[in-house]
């Protein structure tokens, strides 16, 4: 199984800061017959289900501001949310959909400064 | 409105079985991959089976292979995921999800259903 590792575990970041989440898989998730990276990202609040923010690395689900944004490839990637807002505060999680099982990262808990 | 409600979870006893309903509106659940993920309380995210929309075919975690089978009922738009044999590991928050037709990112989740396995 792929290994997902997220850092920092928690961050608190002032409002209107940028807030950066890294991720590391243990194996290569980018696909190059599809030139793709399978990593996907979500935002969980208390009491929610996860939402989706993030897919294919860098694609943003519709509806998501463009204040979250996706970047890397292969085994490292970030989550960036930049001018972080109040509505933020949640755990962040990263996914890979390159193989079975598909595994997620044990999160990152992102409050306020 | 496009949603995934799962019902089912309960208290029950290690050993016991319980099966989970997901049920679909505004999708037809065989166009898409749909899963189920869990989450014990305060843990993270763990993929426990889904199942591809055209083939039907299935898949487990290790965790749980042997013990929970899923399944789906077209013309109820409905997902199951019948679980025996409950372990006290067993206990979180059981999400329905659905997934892309052929890539597994889940971009609709249901509200959870929560199963707690006590003696």
């Known amino acids: 199984d792929i290994v997902m590792t997220q850092f920092p575990d928690s961050l608190a970041v002032s409002l209107g800061e940028r807030a950066t989440i890294n991720c590391q898989s243990s194996?290569?998730?980018?696909?190059?017959?599809?030139?793709?990276?399978?990593l996907a990202w979500y935002q969980q609040k208390p009491g929610q289900p996860p939402k989706l923010l993030i897919y294919?690395?860098?694609t943003r689900e519709s509806g998501v501001p463009d204040r979250f944004s996706g970047s890397g490839s292969g085994t490292d990637f970030t989550l960036t949310i930049d001018s972080l807002q109040a509505e933020d505060v949640a755990v962040y999680y990263c996914?890979?959909?390159?193989?079975?099982?598909?595994?997620f990262g044990p999160g990152t808990k992102v409050d306020i400064k | 409105e496009v949603q995934l409600v799962e019902s089912g979870g309960g208290l029950v006893q290690p050993g016991w079985s319980l099966r989970l309903s997901c049920a679909a509106s505004?999708?037809?659940?065989?166009?898409?991959?749909i899963h189920w993920v869990r989450q014990a309380p305060g843990k993270g995210l763990e993929w426990v089976s889904g199942?591809?929309?055209?083939?039907?075919?299935?898949g487990y975690a290790d965790s749980v292979k042997g013990r929970f089978t899923i399944s789906r009922d077209n013309a109820k738009n409905s997902l199951y995921l019948h679980m025996s044999s409950l372990r006290a590991d067993d206990t979180a928050f059981y999400y329905c999800?659905?997934?892309?037709?052929?890539?597994?990112?889940?971009?609709?989740w249901g509200r959870g259903t929560l199963v707690i396995v006590s003696s």
């Open positions: 999800a659905k997934g892309d037709a052929h890539d597994w990112y889940f971009d609709l």
């Open positions: 505004g999708l037809s659940i065989d166009e898409y991959g």
């Open positions: 199942i591809n929309w055209n083939s039907g075919g299935t």
């Open positions: 194996q290569s998730l980018f696909y190059s017959s599809y030139n793709k990276n399978y």
């Open positions: 294919w690395a860098s």
């Open positions: 996914q890979q959909y390159f193989s079975a099982p598909v595994t």
